[in-house]
Nanobody
Framework: QVQLAESGGGLVQAGGSLRLGCAAS????????MVWYRQSPGKERELVAS???????NYADSVKGRFTISRENAWTTVYLQMNSLKPDDTAVYYCHAHIKRGPVVLSGPWGQGTQVTVSS
């Protein structure tokens, strides 16, 4: 099994930067992709950014050009560098793993979440 643990959240002023980390442990060779989501009060959880085993990345339109997702080799840690933060970026950020099971890719574990608060 895979376990995930986020870190790096906090309080920052608008225009500032934060880097979130998602440390993976366990059977990390089974990870096919990692995704950052966020959820703020009263809103649905939304995809922020993803990276797959081939290195391809994908971003929500709202964060393109400001956020960058990257990963260590062997999936030990996935980062989300967040620049030019806005109050609308305030949310709990979660990392989520997609797991390979033979030819099938399944939804895997979630981290516990880390709070990001951007003050105006």
């Amino acid at each position: 099994q895979v376990q995930l643990a986020e870190s790096g959240g906090g309080l920052v002023q608008a225009g500032g930067s934060l880097r979130l980390g998602c440390a993976a442990s366990g059977n990390i060779d089974s990870i096919n992709a990692m995704v950052w989501y966020r959820q703020s009060p009263g809103k649905e959880r939304e995809l922020v950014a993803s990276v797959n085993s081939g290195g391809s990345t994908n971003y929500a339109d709202s964060v393109k050009g400001r956020f960058t997702i990257s990963r260590e080799n062997a999936w030990t840690t996935v980062y989300l560098q967040m620049n030019s933060l806005k109050p609308d970026d305030t949310a709990v950020y979660y990392c989520h793993a997609h797991i390979k099971r033979g030819p099938v890719v399944l939804s895997g574990p979630w981290g516990q979440g880390t709070q990001v608060t951007v003050s105006s």
